[in-house]
């Protein structure tokens, strides 16, 4: 089912309250598989797919700035100014400045623009024969934040934090090391809250977006055992003016490390038969041009037509 393109938006810190029951499995049916979580310190635009991932992405999309401002407390400092000699009658010279060299970790990059695009996913499966004492299909599902293309890292976020519902046994989840992914068992669809953290940190604190998981392939709630559900949306990072230090991390590839950010459900999202196609769609759009072109070649000719009569006429 295809929906409209929409525009995303990065969402601001907040507690949501949730007026749901219980969405986790459970605890006597299915545990819990998660993902191993350590503490570590804290240092869009987006544009929703339609139910397939990554189909079409054929629009301008309107970008969702993420500039990163650096820590408190620093500016630029000051040079001192021409001071005049009043010996000899000697040229004035400039004096040396006593205040230390700005840091790369601090100095911007005025007017540089570094877009990094990622995908936000869940994919979900049920898990046959498993069903709640309410007699709810339970599945298994997995959120993550990948890569637009598998060739890509993401070696500039340093965690992604997963915000789950509440009635989970560890509703905050945390992952430092690559994949960025969660999996849990449940029977509900909401909608969660993935804070990025990056390798500089940012006043304002980490970008906040939603992905609502999906379970079904229709809203008639229609359970299939073999095809996943696969639902992804794409977002593009932009970081204007960052710092020097963070600006090389934005442009150092590494492509050597790109396998690490590859999903577990890659597998999966690969499966799913109406997978966003590059090629099938340009293709598609050239056809769409043609037809336009067509139609506007038969518009002036019929205009053309028209001021022949007139002028018979």
């Keep these: 089912m295809e929906e409209e393109v929409a525009k995303g938006k990065t969402i601001v810190f907040e507690q949501k309250k949730y007026k749901m029951d219980s969405l986790a499995s459970p605890p006597s049916s299915q545990p819990s598989s998660q993902q191993q979580q350590t503490n570590v310190p804290v240092t869009s635009s987006s544009v929703s797919i339609p139910s397939t991932p990554l189909k079409p992405i054929v629009q301008t999309m309107p970008l969702v700035q993420s500039p990163l401002t650096p820590a408190s407390g620093y500016s630029t400092f000051p040079f001192s100014p021409m001071q005049s000699s009043i010996s000899n009658n000697t ?92 999996s849990e068992n449940g029977w509900g669809e ?13 006043e304002d604190g980490p970008l906040r977006l939603e ?79 043609q037809e336009l072109d067509a139609d506007i070649a038969s518009l002036q000719q019929s205009k053309e037509n028209q001021d022949v009569v007139m002028e018979q006429g």
């Design 91 to 182: 040229p004035s010279k400039p004096v040396k400045s006593s205040a230390p060299a700005i840091p790369s970790r601090f100095k911007r990059m005025e007017g540089q623009v570094v877009i990094k695009p990622i995908v936000l996913g869940t994919v979900a499966r049920p898990i046959p024969n498993k069903l709640t004492e309410e007699g709810m299909q339970l599945f298994n599902w997995t959120c993550y934040v990948r890569p637009f293309l598998p060739s890509q890292d993401l070696s500039f976020i340093k965690k992604v934090v997963f915000h789950t519902h509440p009635s989970f046994e560890k509703p905050i989840q945390e992952v430092v090391i690559p994949p960025f992914e969660i």
């Design 211 to 289: 992905k609502t998981l999906r379970l079904y392939h229709d809203e008639d709630g229609t359970v299939d055992l073999v095809v996943p559900v696969v639902d992804e949306v794409y977002d593009e990072l932009i970081f204007v003016d960052p710092t020097e230090h963070f600006y090389q991390i934005l442009n150092q590839s590494k492509p050597e490390k790109a396998s690490q950010y590859i999903v577990s459900v890659q597998a999966l999202i690969d499966q799913d038969p109406n997978k966003f196609d590059e090629n099938e769609e340009l293709a598609l759009l050239a056809k769409v041009q």
């Design 190 to 202: 909401f909608t969660l809250e993935i804070d990025i953290h990056f390798l500089e940190s940012n």
